[in-house]
């Protein structure tokens, strides 16, 4: 795991709310404060969907980010800052096989069930912290190592500077 602060809140903000940065991922939960608290359960819930639309691809069925997105930037946007608020990501299982190929890791993505990114705003400042969840124990902290590179060069792609906390 590791926590950073982000130095840029309005560049995130942009690429969270705005632009597409951000769609891969899965949101798992949410919260955002202003006049009153608004909180997301991520959680699909399929009678509920278009017909022909997809279920998302995880066990946990869990919205994807570029079909909620919307919905955050109108809780958030407006002449205040919002008071707080929390956003739990979750990269999608065919994103987490790519992952763990391309570090060259043996790991069985059976054994993941998340690899997160937390973001939570509060009193001005915006917090990431990375986490990863194996279904067994393990010492091998390969994986956790792969994520923490994996999300350092996401925000480096999406020129967002991070500093550690």
């Not at 359960?41 to 022909?52: C, E, I, L, S």
């Not at 079909?67 to 958030?76: A, G, K, P, Q, S």
């Not at 990431?128 to 067994?136: A, E, I, K, N």
Request: proline share 3%.
């Amino acid at each position: 795991m590791k926590a950073y602060t982000i130095k840029e809140v309005k560049k995130c903000m942009s690429a969270l709310l705005i632009g597409t940065a951000f769609d891969e991922f899965l949101i798992s939960e949410g919260s955002i404060t202003t006049f009153c608290t608004w909180s997301v359960d991520g959680a699909w819930q399929r009678d509920f969907a278009d017909p022909g639309h997809e279920d998302p691809a995880s066990e946990k069925r869990l919205a994807a980010w570029k079909d909620v997105r919307r919905i955050f930037l109108e809780l958030i946007k407006g002449k205040r800052t919002p008071l707080a608020f929390k956003m739990v990501f979750v990269l999608p299982p065919a994103a987490q096989e790519d992952l763990i190929r391309d570090a060259g890791l043996t790991t069985n993505t059976g054994d993941i069930f998340g690899l997160y990114i937390n973001l939570t705003f509060r009193d001005g400042r915006l917090l990431l912290t990375t986490g990863t969840s194996l279904r067994t124990f393990s010492m091998d902290r390969s994986v956790d190592e792969a994520w923490d590179a994996y999300v350092a060069r996401f925000f480096t792609l999406q020129n967002i500077e991070l500093e550690k906390f």
